[in-house]
């Protein structure tokens, strides 16, 4: 939130409405739209010819396509699940972060959800995960993984979507009372649902908004343990055990930290938001980085004490992961989500552009590691020595894993262009709280 | 400036979002009803054959054994579909010199087969042994009605795979004494159905109802 001098929202509200963006934000759409042309390509193609363009085969029948849909998942996770803690403790952070925070998690659940849909090898039949009264009478097996991935993703798309668009609404109304031409308040009008900002109103809201936040957080929970137990349940040495929820909780929520870090210091530095993603703002997000990135770490260590203590399957699963053909992903991944967060130890960094962007990139390369370790790393050496090969991505699969990334770059630059990042709705009740 | 919306169109905004709800739920009650319509099935329904066969002629009123054509019925898989041989073996007295049979004629001096148009096929993901159903006691008309009344041949039931769950889960009502397979119009076994029987299906269940049994 802004603090001292009175702010005004006007710079906040003026960027969606107006004429002109600059070079640059073209040049980053057409950068990001070209991906999504390679992401309808990819998606296409796989339809067409089948999953055996990507490089899985047994035992590798989960490759990229479950490891980038843990990891977007998990930032999806993250930023939600910071956003409805921030609006249930009405945390003066949120005036800053919450917007885009839900959007990060909205547009990451659409990445997410493509992966699972995608890798069912007849994408089009995906309904079926859906219990519905089919001609053949066969309700959807719900011991398997397809179904809670349906679940978890569809109600996770509603209700980030719903915290996201209630979040928007008396903002939306703003736009539409301070743009200039009648086509453009009708646009913002419709979307605004005749938002006439009357005490009822406000009162609704603000139930709305909290009720959807409330909602989210059992949510997170549950969904990021449902990601975790599609791993814990099967007799995967390596998978099978209990701290795996624990594991994907946390690294999930240094994961969504991040991500929120490096959009704010973006969308700070772009449009020139210093006044309302303050120094204050950015250095508590750094310091919720570093928290978080901490607890990943304890996660580590947790992980090599437990096989201590545990049989010698795992023990063995887990020294493979370590020391295998894989091993480079294990300590890239302790090294980029742990030990570089840990330059945000220093005010300088926590207030520097560059070293929000540098860690919050960092954080999300180690956590993609470790999704990459732990499904294939932890499946290489199972029972079966026969099976015992290694898991190389094709280029169909990095052209998806690339795609998904452009979609979610267009998202966001579609979203700071017609859309205010910041809430202004927040921003005028923390400064009228302040003048009291 | 006066209201961005005038009044009519906020209503028009309203009945909107009604119309959409009710079109969502419109579009799912026609899904039920128009999946489950014996013409989604292509019940009753004939097929373009090469010769206008006639079951309700030769089952019915000439009362042939199914197995005189459909000779594999109680061995194999497949009923199997008379040669031109069978065929000529009667029309090489009986209807000699008919237009209609002109391509059983050819096909028997060509040693060529005849082209039918299936009425039954089923997806080729499914395993159907008619052997296995024929000699269980599962009869020719539970499945494809009453042939023998039929000019030209069309499918009775869906063939769904609901409709094959709904016996499997509970074949004993639909089961016929081993004479009456093959005869139409005859009823199940009703009360006298063997106990032994009762209780092997009810212990068959589980593997009635496997996926494998039928998806292999």
Known sequence: MARGAEISTTAVAEVPLSAQFGAAWWIALIVSGTLVLLLGYTLVSVALVGVGMWGVNVPFVWGFDLINYAWWIGIANGASLFAAVLVLRRHDLRTAVNRFAEGVAFFAVICAGIFPIIHLGRPWLFYWVFPYPATFEVWPQFRSTLTWDFWAISTHAILTSLLWYVGLIPDLATLRDRARHVGVKRAYGIFALGWRSSVRHWAYHQRAYRGVAILVLPLILIMQSVVAFEFAVTLVPDWHETRQPLHFIATGLAQGLSIVLLVAVLLRWALHLERHIDNHDVELLGKLVLASALVSGYLYV?????????????????????????????????????????????????????????????????????????IVGGLQTDYLPSTWRTYAPTLPETGLFLGTLGLFATLLLLFVRFLPVVSMFETRHDEHLEKL | MGQLFTS??????????????????????????????????????????????????????????????????ERAADAGMPSAQTCMSCHSEVWIGATVLEPVRSSFALSQPIIWTSVHRLPDYVYFHHAAHVTKGVACETCHGRVDRMPRTVKTETLSMGWCLDCHRDPVPQLRPRGAVLAMGSGPHAMDLPDDLRVFYREAFQRLTSCNTCHR
């Open chain 1, 302 to 374: 947790d992980e090599i004490a437990a096989a201590f203590f545990t049989d010698r399957l795992t023990r063995d699963a887990l020294l493979n992961r370590m020391t295998g053909d894989y091993a480079g992903l294990y300590w890239s991944a302790i090294v980029y989500s742990v030990l570089i967060p840990q330059l945000l130890w220093l005010r300088l960094a926590r207030r520097s552009v560059l070293a929000g962007i540098v860690v919050g990139v960092s954080i999300g390369i180690g956590v993609w590691f470790d999704r990459f370790s732990i």
């Open chain 2, 8 to 73: 009519a169109a906020t209503t028009a905004f309203r009945v909107t979002i009604v119309l959409f709800l009710l079109a969502a739920a419109g579009t799912g009650v026609l899904a039920y009803i128009w999946t489950r319509a014996g013409s989604s099935w292509n019940i009753g329904k004939p097929a373009n054959q090469p010769v206008p066969f006639r079951h309700d002629l030769h089952s019915g009123l000439l009362k042939i054994d199914c197995r005189y054509c459909h000779s594999t019925v």
